[in-house]
């Protein structure tokens, strides 16, 4: 099985052209805040969202519109969540309406999606005014616009695509994702829009979709806070004619295989990129008695608000891991988890059998002081493993969230 | 019922003294380390623990100390917690050792506890060293220097009195407790010695401390760490000569009281103090279904980063309290939640139906930068309520735990 990244993004499968404008729902005119992705054919169209309660308009409106596993277009915009507003769900078809006007294809055909400030009115006017040249500048060179229009506090564009083979036809799958703070997906998380020109059947699209997520965005956490907005949506063109994959065969790994490469990529790059951080820190658990433990305690671990301050400083204060692990839920052993830090920088071991050993401190600053940092826990009670993504906590992350919204 | 604040912490009931030196377990000479509370008769003892898996050396060998609920003094260090060293119980029994034959009373006599940096090994020899001169600081007067030697990170110390009637005989209850990061309660929390002059059997003790905590320390968080060293323990001499408190009588309720009294100031003043806080923020739900719901629902608003971060700038970002009452997990109808904040400043509502209403910035402002904050959430779905308390998130925070070893 060969998956290579390849330059692009949601561009990059056959069938996909996208755009994005400044239509003025931001007040900063050099940042764009209206997104479109189109696709020249009719796709089968999966989506997982957030479990919070407190959900986007968008969201209810995208559920019913590829009910039928259908959908042809995606539209987002940034700047307003369009979530806690009375006429939320209106505002969110109107968005739908006056894209697919302009495309000449049905309202139904969107996934359409919203990030911000949540409780603020979206004015629809701007969106109106801009769908014309949002339209106009469909491209296959329009992920980048599309991947920069969806940005909120994110400092860097995420955008990646694969290229694999499914019986003997080359396949692509390519993704634009945003997200930095108010991280810490449940199912599915921040946004995130995947497509592919391979054919695969939407139900076995969903299967896929719900697969990838597991590893990858719900084993990230900025800042503990779920978003009410989170929508993860994969669009599938069948335009490189592979036979259609409708049941789990071996076609159906290998694109699974490929869209849990493309998620991980996204995962960590929207970690690094967490408000504020400095750095990529990722928690990997091994010797777990099972998945759901390693999963909890590498969860625990990224979310420790003093464990992600250590990281910042480079300091090598382990006994906060072991606290995290311990208050975490999780059924461990403490006194048989083992801790130590990785980086470009080296390993150093840090606690055996769940106490401290004797370390040097100067290598384990020269370790931490990298900006990829892995946290190693072995429980040694098991087999099973998991890994987690997250960040530091920096002064950077109070500012950016200290006054968000002015 | 009249419960009156007054003057002093833990030497204010009859038959107490304390003392706090410096012995050297911290560099820093101006920093007290080494506590002692001692009664002069045989005490009825409580005690609460952390729930962390992880937890320190000393609670082991407290919860051994009391198990047939009697104990005379209470040894504290700062600086090191004991906590994840192979030889930790030896030291803790050494500390109570050490401490029994200076005062000629029983090494299991003591509740003995550590608070500090997790998994650094403890020097006995410091503490073997101070402890004569602990010995003879003991007086009436020493609550101030205990409190000061058990503070960590905390920026102000934390002591308190009260006085009521028990059965016309006046008794007291006092209260010292330390505080700052790594908080988040679960059972019991950080440390809290408190002691009164109330006769009252270790059962029911133990029942009114269970009592208190739950509406106190396990309503606080500052930064969702749950300590591996909480223990909040209370000694009670009888001195004050009432009758003695065998069953939940008139007296026991009184009594009750009293001790939520000063566990809620307590609580108020740790969240306050929470590491590099600026402000409590206290978050007040009513309408719940059920008591259970509403813990939940002002526990979830308290411990979220981007609510914290908010308060810290004095945004009135209502959105992000949504967000967090709607991943709680807790069963709310998120359409009937009303939301507003008060303050010395004023009250301001900003939410009404789950959905913004308008309201004026420059007065959210004017109540936001006030350094008490109750965000007061109506969900309008039950009669039950509940309280909990944090504090703001900031740059300090970040600074502090950057680099809290050096």
Not at 378 to 395: Q, V
Request: aromatic residues 6%.
């Amino acid at each position: 099985m060969n998956i290579e990244f390849i330059n692009g993004g949601v561009t990059a499968p056959k069938g996909f052209l996208a755009s994005g404008v400044h239509c003025g729902i931001r007040k900063n005119k050099t940042k764009k805040d209206l997104a479109l992705i189109f696709c020249e054919t009719e796709c089968d169209v999966a989506a997982v969202y957030t479990q919070n309660l407190v959900y986007g308009a968008p969201i209810t409106v995208t559920r019913n519109n590829i009910a039928d596993g259908k959908a042809r277009a995606v539209i987002c915009n940034s700047g307003i969540a369009n979530t806690c507003n009375a006429d939320g769900v209106e505002k969110a078809e109107m968005m739908c309406e006056l894209a697919a006007k302009e495309l000449n294809i049905k309202p139904t055909d969107f996934v359409v999606a919203s990030t911000g400030v949540i409780g603020q009115p979206i004015d629809i006017e701007p969106i109106k005014k801009g769908m014309p040249q949002l339209v106009k500048e469909l491209s296959a060179d329009g992920s980048d616009s599309a991947a920069q229009a969806i940005m909120t506090t994110d400092t860097v564009k995420k955008e990646f695509a694969v290229e694999f083979t499914l019986g003997g036809k080359k396949c692509k799958i390519g993704a634009i994702s945003k997200g930095s703070g108010m991280i810490h997906p449940n199912m599915a998380t921040m946004l995130g829009f995947i497509t592919t020109d391979a054919n695969i059947s939407s139900n076995m699209l969903k299967k896929a979709l719900l697969e990838a997520v597991k590893d990858s965005f719900n084993m990230l956490s900025v800042d503990g806070d779920t978003s009410t907005n989170d929508t993860v949506a994969v669009l599938a063109s069948g335009l490189c004619e592979n036979e259609r994959i409708e049941s789990e065969n071996e076609d159906y790994f290998i694109f699974l295989s490929a869209l849990n490469s493309i998620c991980e990529k996204l995962v960590k790059l929207m970690a690094k990129d967490g408000e504020g951080a400095t750095k990529l820190v990722e928690c990997q658990v091994s010797g777990a008695k099972t998945v759901e433990i390693a999963k909890t305690c590498a969860k625990a671990v990224i979310c420790s608000s003093l464990v992600k301050a250590a990281m910042f400083g480079a300091d090598a204060n382990w006994g906060r891991i072991l606290c995290a692990l311990g208050y975490s839920g999780a059924d461990i052993d403490v006194n048989k988890v083992d801790v130590s830090f990785k980086s470009k920088g080296g390993e150093i071991a840090v606690c055996k059998n769940g106490a401290g050993i004797e370390f040097s401190e100067e290598i384990a600053k020269y370790v931490l002081v990298e900006d990829e940092i892995f946290i190693i826990v072995s429980l040694n009670d098991g087999e099973a493993t998991a890994t987690a993504y997250g960040c530091d906590l920096t002064y950077d992350y109070v500012k950016i969230n200290g006054d968000y919204r002015t």
